[in-house]
């Protein structure tokens, strides 16, 4: 199942083979506690450290790039869960150098919902999936939400009597952690004459980012430097300025909406 070096004795073989026993419970199963998980991992992380300090080979066994990454990724977490963040970053960059690169789509972590793209970055929509997006209350019932080959479009009418609006919100599940994701991006196009408003719910603060933007028309893409630990919700609003607005048509469209990796972790 693996190799073994001259200098490994029974010992170090068991101190091995345990170690992994305990972290692959960590990474089997949907439903095991946090606190169990974090319990498994800090035992492989206390081999990590034994087998360091002994000059020891820190043996790996011959799996798929998958578990490697799957592996990486949770040690990563477990660092990050305790503030070390940099130990974090160096296991989340083994994560993203796995290759081929799979996509995981029965991750544990918050992942599980939110993609983990190969630069390192997180894709919180591509908008293939809008279900998730919640219509808040608005005064205009003919609001469009459509998503078409990954991208999202907002329209509606104007009428002329009254200041109108198309708002969507998105709540991920437990909040999506930032640790050392500081920037949100978004691919946008603003029709001309439409205006774009987005606000961002970090830590229980919201805050606008976008106010009422006029669009020029082009695809732009927009970043936010973010602080904070969890992002909890990201709110769109496609409205009028005003109430002397003339434009007839009112539109934006989104291809998605992504976390970027801190820069000098890339």
């Given at each position: 199942m693996f190799a073994l070096s001259g200098a490994c004795t029974v010992a170090h073989i068991a101190r091995h083979n345990w170690a992994y026993i305990t972290l692959n419970k960590a990474l089997a199963a949907d439903h095991i506690k946090a606190a169990d998980r974090q319990a498994k991992l800090a035992h492989f992380v206390d081999y990590l450290h034994w087998a360091?300090?002994?000059?020891?080979?820190?043996?790996?066994?011959?799996?798929?790039?998958?578990?490697?990454?799957?592996?990486?990724?949770?040690?990563?977490?477990?660092?990050?869960?305790?503030?070390?963040?940099?130990?974090?970053?160096?296991?989340?960059?083994?994560?993203?150098?796995?290759?081929?690169?799979?996509?995981?789509?029965?991750?544990?972590?918050?992942?599980?919902?939110?993609?983990?793209?190969?630069?390192?970055?997180?894709?919180?929509?591509?908008?293939?999936?809008?279900?998730?997006?919640?219509?808040?209350?608005?005064?205009?019932?003919?609001?469009?939400?459509?998503?078409?080959?990954?991208v999202v479009c907002i329209s509606y009418q104007n009428r002329s009597d009254q200041r109108d609006i198309a708002a969507y919100s998105l709540y991920p599940e437990d909040g999506v952690q930032l640790g050392y994701h500081t920037t949100l991006s978004?691919?946008?196009?603003?029709?001309q004459g439409s205006f774009l408003t987005l606000e961002l719910?970090?830590?229980?603060?919201?805050?606008?980012?976008?106010?009422?933007?006029?669009?020029?028309?082009?695809?732009?893409?927009?970043?936010?430097?973010?602080?904070?630990?969890?992002?909890?919700?990201?709110?769109?609003?496609?409205?009028?300025?005003?109430?002397?607005?003339a434009t007839q048509l009112y539109r934006v469209w989104i291809d998605w909406i992504q976390l970027e990796l801190a820069s000098d972790l890339n």
């Open positions: 360091q300090s002994h000059n020891s080979q820190i043996l790996s066994p011959q799996d798929n790039s998958k578990a490697t990454m799957l592996r990486s990724i949770f040690i990563g977490e477990y660092y990050r869960s305790r503030g070390n963040v940099d130990r974090a970053a160096w296991w989340y960059r083994q994560a993203i150098q796995c290759e081929p690169y799979p996509l995981w789509q029965d991750s544990l972590s918050y992942a599980k919902r939110d993609r983990l793209l190969p630069n390192g970055n997180i894709l919180i929509t591509d908008f293939g999936d809008i279900e998730r997006w919640i219509s808040e209350p608005v005064n205009n019932a003919n609001v469009n939400f459509e998503s078409k080959d990954g978004a691919r946008v196009k603003v029709e719910k970090v830590d229980g603060n919201l805050e606008r980012y976008l106010n009422y933007y006029e669009g020029t028309g082009d695809w732009e893409t927009f970043e936010f430097p973010l602080t904070g630990d969890v992002l909890q919700a990201i709110k769109l609003g496609v409205s009028e300025p005003s109430q002397l607005a």
